[in-house]
């Protein structure tokens, strides 16, 4: 299993007090980038209550948790990959955050030897990251980070899909 999960953030604009049809072009971005690359299953934790987007697609398993916790419980085998943002993580070159906060281990992707077995990539939301606080780094666990210009931050499904590719490329199958 390899699983592309990810925090969505429904963007588009309300009308009549009903989100437009965006929400489904941007689970389908979703959807579409984590089959393009191999990925079995793709896990959604949004930030509101439900999303009624259940693709009817037979590549690929569709799952919805309520939290990270709970999308991570269901899968106890699988090795984690957080993918964050540089600026977050406390030791990182580029790390905006007090001088004083304790470093957390992390790699970059171009370093990154991924998981042989069941693996879940998880990217945070798009502007916000995830919390520190929310990555479990026991083995076989790790925290990546993507190098880019000038540390700038990547959208969050771009982030997923390098993360798959390297895997890809890594692993002899792209």
């Not at 009308?15 to 959604?44: P, S």
Request: hydrophobic letters at 50%.
């Amino acid at each position: 299993m390899i699983a592309l999960l990810f925090h969505f953030q429904d963007w588009s604009e309300a009308v009549e007090g009903a989100k437009t049809f965006m929400r489904g072009v941007d689970m389908d971005m979703w959807r579409h980038t984590a089959k393009a690359l191999d990925a079995t299953h793709m896990i959604c934790v949004p930030y509101e209550t439900t999303i009624t987007y259940r693709p009817n697609d037979s590549e690929i398993e569709y799952a919805e948790y309520a939290s990270l916790a709970a999308a991570l419980a269901a899968y106890p085998a699988a090795a984690v990959v957080y993918l964050e943002d540089s600026r977050i993580i406390p030791g990182s070159p580029a790390y905006i955050g007090a001088a004083s906060d304790p470093a957390i281990p992390f790699t970059y992707l171009s370093d990154l030897v991924h998981p042989v077995g069941d693996a879940i990539y998880v990217v945070g939301p798009d502007y916000a990251g995830l919390s520190p606080k929310m990555f479990n780094l026991a083995a076989p666990n790790v925290l990546v980070t993507i190098k880019t210009t000038l540390n700038r931050p990547l959208w969050a499904v771009l982030a997923g899909a390098l993360a798959l590719q390297d895997r890809k490329v890594k692993a002899g199958l792209a």
